[in-house]
């Protein structure tokens, strides 16, 4: 705690007592952005002023696929640059304090303060494919020696895990009811512990809830989905639980297919699906339970 010196920190410290974790914007993670982002936007003015200047001649015109190349490169490499740059500046000098009831997030002198109890959306962003979920159960082997009908009250917490080699350019927003909130980036210290935090206290939060409105038959609302206990709809359009085959998530969209039909049911941007733990774990247990005794993982592995 000594090498805190921010009078917003001390004074929550001095209140609250010393956090169960900090993080803070990692220097070296930001410059390796900025000098990334500086590097092309580099060699693109620098190929601009060669051709301008006549120092490198312009393709002829029948070349399309070079102008094409030119064009391409013109636009996406500036745009991927100053995206680069702009991430990294946006956790510049930004602190979190993790709290057992919450987090506390100061950035630009403005400290918000975010109480798991108060967070209502938490919204991924660019989490690699690799990022997969894990559910964790309240007693050891659940998926072995419980039904899934007895699962489905037996899940402790969930979690869509990052590897700290997949953490550059992910974030998360965390907003409340109010719509206030705050982003949370890799660019920070520590951010694949602090994702895994974020989500582990979240859902503790939402999912018992949830499971009691599903059992009286409630629907629930999570993004532009609608999930009920026998099946999932999307813009007017129904899938049984028991007619769902499988949920993937790749290059940023998720996929959604059914059994005995070709193709896709769904595709559907993965950034418009708020609470990715939370909607994925809902999307395994609800399908686990609707399962005939001879489709599902824990029947088999029972039988071998």
Same mark, same amino acid.
């Given at each position: 705690?000594?090498?805190?010196?921010?009078?917003?920190?001390?004074?929550?410290?001095?209140?609250?007592?010393?956090?169960?974790?900090?993080?803070?914007?990692?220097?070296?993670?930001?410059?390796?952005?900025?000098?990334?982002?500086?590097?092309?936007?580099?060699?693109?003015?620098?190929?601009?002023?060669?051709?301008?200047?006549?120092?490198?001649?312009?393709?002829?015109?029948?070349?399309?696929?070079?102008?094409?190349?030119l064009l391409?490169?013109?636009?996406?490499?500036?745009?991927?640059?100053?995206?680069?740059?702009?991430?990294?500046?946006?956790?510049?000098?930004?602190?979190?304090?993790?709290?057992? +009831?919450? =987090?506390?997030? #100061?950035?630009? %002198? *403005?400290?918000?303060?975010?109480?798991?109890?108060?967070?209502? $959306?938490?919204?991924?962003?660019?989490?690699?494919?690799n990022a997969?979920?894990?559910?964790?159960?309240?007693?050891?082997?659940?998926?072995?020696?419980?039904?899934?009908?007895?699962?489905?009250?037996?899940?402790?917490?969930?979690?869509?895990?990052?590897?700290?080699?997949?953490?550059?350019?992910?974030?998360?927003?965390?907003?409340?009811?109010?719509?206030?909130?705050?982003?949370?980036?890799?660019?920070?210290?520590?951010?694949?512990?602090?994702?895994?935090?974020?989500?582990?206290?979240?859902?503790?939060?939402?999912?018992?809830?949830?499971?009691?409105?599903?059992?009286?038959?409630q629907a629930?609302?999570?993004?532009?989905?609608?999930?009920?206990?026998?099946?999932?709809?999307?813009?007017? +359009?129904? =899938?049984?639980? #028991?007619?769902? %085959? *499988?949920?993937?998530?790749?290059?940023?969209?998720?996929?959604? $297919?059914?059994?005995?039909?070709?193709?896709?049911?769904?595709?559907?941007?993965?950034?418009?699906?708020?609470?990715?733990?939370?909607?994925?774990?809902?999307?395994?247990?609800?399908?686990?339970?609707?399962?005939?005794?001879?489709?599902?993982?824990?029947?088999?592995?029972?039988?071998?």
């Amino acid at each position: 705690m000594s090498e805190i010196t921010d009078p917003s920190i001390l004074e929550i410290t001095d209140q609250l007592g010393e956090p169960d974790a900090i993080y803070r914007a990692s220097v070296p993670k930001m410059a390796s952005r900025i000098i990334v982002g500086g590097l092309g936007l580099g060699l693109t003015l620098t190929i601009a002023i060669l051709l301008i200047s006549g120092t490198i001649p312009w393709p002829a015109a029948k070349h399309i696929k070079l102008w094409g190349f030119l064009l391409f490169g013109g636009i996406t490499i500036p745009i991927a640059s100053l995206t680069s740059i702009n991430f990294a500046l946006a956790c510049r000098g930004m602190w979190v304090l993790c709290y057992p +009831t919450g =987090l506390f997030i #100061r950035r630009k %002198k *403005e400290v918000i303060a975010l109480p798991w109890d108060e967070i209502q $959306t938490v919204q991924f962003e660019n989490f690699p494919d690799n990022a997969h979920l894990q559910i964790i159960y309240k007693v050891p082997n659940a998926t072995k020696s419980y039904s899934p009908q007895e699962r489905l009250d037996l899940v402790d917490t969930a979690y869509v895990e990052l590897k700290k080699s997949s953490t550059m350019g992910c974030s998360l927003t965390l907003l409340r009811a109010d719509t206030k909130g705050a982003t949370v980036s890799s660019m920070l210290t520590g951010f694949p512990e602090l994702a895994k935090t974020i989500q582990i206290e979240t859902f503790r939060r939402w999912y018992p809830k949830i499971i009691d409105q599903l059992k009286n038959h409630q629907a629930i609302l999570l993004g532009d989905f609608v999930i009920t206990l026998e099946g999932i709809t999307h813009q007017s +359009t129904t =899938l049984a639980w #028991r007619d769902f %085959k *499988e949920l993937k998530r790749k290059q940023k969209l998720y996929t959604i $297919t059914q059994k005995k039909k070709w193709g896709a049911w769904l595709k559907i941007l993965s950034v418009a699906v708020p609470n990715w733990h939370l909607f994925e774990t809902l999307v395994q247990v609800l399908t686990d339970y609707h399962k005939l005794p001879d489709e599902r993982d824990d029947y088999n592995e029972q039988s071998d």
